[in-house]
């Protein structure tokens, strides 16, 4: 008499909807993925310049500028460098 009855709490005799539980899966893994990687493509965005070269490209364009200025102000006077190096 007693194998009778049904002891099942109310949770577990409820059959969930497949399709639905898979799309909040993939749901909650991309929103979580998305959560991790979104500050460091924020990140490379702001700094595209800097890692396309062309941050690297400007200094060296200045660089030439600037060795060209001073030939031009200083004629031919020697120029002494100083040696970072050592």
């Given at each position: 008499m007693?194998?009778?009855?049904?002891?099942?709490s109310?949770?577990?005799?409820?059959?969930?909807?497949r399709k639905?539980?898979?799309?909040?899966t993939?749901?909650?893994?991309e929103?979580?993925i998305?959560t991790?990687?979104?500050?460091v493509?924020?990140y490379l965005k702001a700094n595209?310049?800097?890692f396309?070269?062309d941050?690297?490209a400007?200094?060296?364009?200045?660089?030439?500028?600037?060795?060209?200025?001073g030939t031009?102000?200083n004629g031919?006077?020697?120029?002494?460098n100083i040696d970072?190096?050592?």
């Amino acid at each position: 008499m007693v194998s009778e009855f049904n002891i099942k709490s109310f949770g577990l005799n409820v059959i969930p909807d497949r399709k639905s539980a898979a799309s909040q899966t993939a749901k909650t893994i991309e929103n979580a993925i998305g959560t991790i990687w979104e500050p460091v493509l924020d990140y490379l965005k702001a700094n595209e310049n800097v890692f396309s070269g062309d941050v690297g490209a400007e200094i060296q364009r200045l660089n030439m500028q600037t060795m060209q200025l001073g030939t031009i102000v200083n004629g031919n006077r020697e120029i002494r460098n100083i040696d970072i190096q050592s």
